[in-house]
C-alpha cells in the first residue's frame, strides 16, 4: 500500500471516510461479480503449476501496528522461511525519499485550491479529532495523506512498525531478496486520479462521521482476523468514489501485481505480500494468477489473538 513508512492506509481510508456496506454472506456476490467459496477464507495462498519446480506463495498484509495482525501462527512463518525472496508493493529500499515527500505537496496552499470556507470548515474538524489545527505543513500536502494523522487517533499502535514492514524487515534480516511488485510513481498515480477537492471531500466525510469510522476501523480488524477476504473486498468497495479512481486504485493495480508476480515466481519462490483488499474477486489478484496458468490452493492457518 502507498507511503507506507508515513502509516498511509489506502483502501482503510476509504471505509473509514465512507462506510461501505459488509452485509452478504450470498454464494454469488452481486456486487463483486464473483463466486463466493468457503475455501476462499485464507489470506495465505499456495502459489504453484507453470512449470514451478517449489512453490511460492501470496499472503495479504494489511499496513497497521495492531498486534492482532501480527498474531498468526507458526505457519506463516515457516512458510516465510522456505521462500528465497520477499516481493512487496513497493520495495522501500528503492525509495527516494525527497522525491516522496514532494509527491505529497501541493504547488500552492490548500485554502487556494478549495477556497477558505471548506478550508476553514476541514482545519476547525482537524482540530477537534487530532487535537491541533492543519498547521504549514498540512495545509500545504494534499488531502489524501492527511488519513494518516485521522487512522493514529484510534488505531492500536502496539508493534514498532506496520505487517508489511516488519516482513520486509525480517527478510533483510535473514538475507533474502527483497523485490518491489509496483513502483511508487505507480501507486502515486493512482491518488492523482482524484481532484483535491473530492479528496477534501473525503477527508471532510471521515471527519464528521467520526465514531462510525472508528467502529469500521475495529470491524476492518475483526474481518481480517476472520480471513475472510470477500468480506475486505466488500468493505473497500465504493461506489461513491469517482469510478476512474476505483478502477486505478483496485482493478488497474490488481492486474500489474499479477503480470508482475507471475515473472517473480518463475525466477525463485516467493513470499508476495500484497494488501489484503486485493486478493479477492473476479479481478482480484488470486483468480489473476488463476488465469495466468497457476493452481491457487489457499494455506490453512489460525491468529492467536483477537
Given amino acids: 500500500m502507498i507511503m507506507k513508512h508515513l502509516k498511509k492506509i489506502f483502501p482503510l481510508f476509504f471505509i473509514l471516510a465512507c462506510g461501505a456496506s459488509t452485509d452478504s454472506e450470498k454464494p454469488f456476490n452481486e456486487e463483486l461479480g464473483y463466486k463466493f467459496r468457503e475455501d476462499d477464507k485464507s489470506l495465505l495462498w499456495e502459489i504453484s503449476g507453470k512449470g514451478l519446480k517449489q512453490p511460492s506463495f501470496l499472503y495479504g498484509t494489511i499496513h497497521l501496528q495492531d498486534k492482532r495482525v501480527f498474531s498468526f501462527d507458526k505457519t506463516v512463518t515457516k512458510i516465510f522461511d522456505t521462500c528465497k525472496a520477499y516481493a512487496m508493493e513497493v520495495n522501500m529500499d528503492e525509495v527516494d525519499k525527497m522525491e516522496m515527500a514532494k509527491s505529497l505537496m501541493l504547488d500552492k496552499p490548500l485554502n487556494e485550491i478549495i477556497g477558505e470556507k471548506k478550508f476553514g470548515l476541514l482545519d ?11 498547521g504549514m505543513m498540512y495545509s500545504r ?3 489524501f495523506f492527511m488519513a494518516a494523522e485521522l487512522i493514529k487517533a484510534y488505531e492500536h499502535q502496539d508493534m514498532t512498525f506496520p505487517l508489511d514492514i516488519e516482513l520486509f524487515n525480517k527478510a533483510k534480516k535473514e538475507k533474502m531478496k527483497v523485490i518491489g511488485i509496483e513502483k511508487m510513481e505507480e501507486q502515486l498515480s493512482a491518488v492523482n486520479k482524484m481532484t483535491i477537492d473530492e479528496q477534501t471531500d473525503m477527508v471532510i466525510e471521515g471527519l464528521k462521521d467520526w465514531d462510525k469510522s472508528k467502529e469500521l476501523y475495529n470491524k476492518m480488524i475483526g474481518v481480517y ?3 475472510d477476504i470477500e468480506q475486505m473486498a466488500l468493505l473497500m468497495k465504493d461506489t461513491t468514489m469517482p469510478a476512474s479512481f ?3 486504485l483496485l482493478t488497474d493495480r490488481n492486474k500489474v501485481m499479477a503480470k508482475r508476480i507471475d515473472k517473480i515466481v518463475q525466477e525463485q519462490p516467493t513470499f508476495n505480500a500484497v494488501g489484503a483488499g486485493h486478493l479477492y474477486g473476479k479481478d482480484g489478484v488470486i483468480e489473476l494468477l488463476r488465469k495466468e ?3 491457487m490452493k489457499p494455506v490453512k492457518y489460525k491468529f492467536t489473538k483477537k
Fill in 124 to 134: 476547525s474538524l482537524f482540530k477537534v479529532r487530532t487535537g491541533s489545527g492543519l
Fill in 141 to 143: 500536502m494534499k488531502p
Fill in 225 to 227: 482476523l476472520k480471513q
Fill in 246 to 248: 476505483e478502477t486505478a
Fill in 293 to 295: 496458468g497457476y493452481t
